[in-house]
């Protein structure tokens, strides 16, 4: 797997703000400002590999706007998706070296990055900055074991139900949300086919459940009967 190369009118500094009371940084940015480092913003189109399975593993990133899948190819060329990174949130902390999934922009996509090799050195000096990283890691090792859960014990209904919830606690606005992935990519994400994904959002649009505003614009009439689903 090839390195991209990125050109240099993609990229832009960034000047974090320091925190106040009434805006508290977020962890990236304070994890960045008591590093002593500047992030570094790119910008990636739809599909664009922003860093490959394999390759080392020398940034921290956080999404600015659009969204990321990382996933893993199997050797039958099944794709698993890992997770789907949403403005916010942070990837790249990989255990080793090297990193253990491929990520690429779902949408039009900028990310903010740092040195990983900065980040670590002053996390031995830091308490700050290590407390942030732990905590960052804890998240992502908890997302991990849920969709462990999702993908080991629970149904095709459940597992969409789930995925349901969890995008609209992160996503909707005024009631309704917009889903960046396709279905092909929740299908992926969840362990099920295209088909049993469709079959079962027209499942719960029937009843009521949903509402369809377009094919990715989605609002919960029912999210009572949603909860119930997924346990």
Sequence with gaps: MHTQTISAPAARILDIPHATAAEPVDPFSAIARCSGVIATEFSYKKDEEIYGEGEPSEYLYQISRGAVRTY?????GRRQIGAFH????????????????TAEAIVDTAVRLVPRRSIEKAATSNVHVA????????????????HMLLLGRKTAMERVATFLLEMDRRLAKAGMMALPMCRR?????LGLTLETVSRALSYLNDQ?????SSARQIALRNRARLSAMEA
Excluded: Q
């Design 72 to 76: 893993k190819l199997l050797s039958d």
């Design 208 to 212: 009521g459940i949903l509402m369809f």
């Design 185 to 189: 990519d929740i299908g992926d994400y």
């Design 131 to 146: 407390r942030l990283l732990w905590t960052m890691t804890a998240i992502e090792l908890r997302h991990a074991e849920d």
């Design 86 to 101: 949403l403005p916010g949130d942070i990837l790249g902390l990989d255990p080793g070296p090297e990193h253990r999934l």
